[in-house]
């Protein structure tokens, strides 16, 4: 199942990565990472959307990856050159873009099922693991997942169908 996984799925998964960590390299490591997890948990747990865990895994690695990285500069007070500043009117386009594509994904979310919706918000905005979500709304960890997995999808589904 996995090497399945990887032969449909590994390059937009690095693409993801890519686009998240700013460095191939890392995206390339991240992604290795994911798949070994994917690995040891696929062995215990058959997984109903192997692709959507897939990219959630690495999705969470490498915001891991990136708040290490973060810590790590600040720890050291590493100085930045003004030549490697980027220029803020190169990025009018891409904040546009990027403003457009979250005012997409809100109405994406605000049509989400009540309890979806909050789940969905509780883990994404409120950074609450899935166990701490289970214990707070009183519901198992299995509809917790089941529900970040339908919101991922629907969301997915409303984003590529507005393009």
Do not use: W
Request: aromatic share 6%; glycine share 2%.
């Amino acid at each position: 199942m996995v090497e399945h996984l990887y032969l449909a799925n590994h390059h937009a998964l690095c693409r993801f990565l890519t686009r998240m960590l700013r460095c191939e390299e890392a995206a390339a490591e991240v992604a290795q990472e994911a798949y070994l997890r994917m690995l040891r948990y696929a062995c215990r747990t058959p997984l109903t959307h192997p692709r959507a865990y897939l990219f959630q895994v690495a999705a969470n690695l490498a915001r891991t990856r990136l708040q290490q990285e973060r810590r790590h500069s600040l720890h050291f007070n590493e100085a930045v050159l003004p030549e490697e500043v980027e220029c803020p009117a190169e990025d009018t386009e891409r904040a546009a873009i990027a403003k457009q594509g979250l005012e997409q994904l809100s109405q994406a979310v605000a049509t989400l099922p009540p309890r979806c919706r909050e789940v969905f918000l509780m883990n994404r905005l409120d950074g609450l693991s899935y166990s701490q979500i289970a214990e707070r709304l009183g519901i198992s960890l299995n509809m917790v997942e089941k529900h970040i997995i339908k919101a991922l999808l629907h969301c997915r589904k409303k984003l590529h169908l507005e393009r």
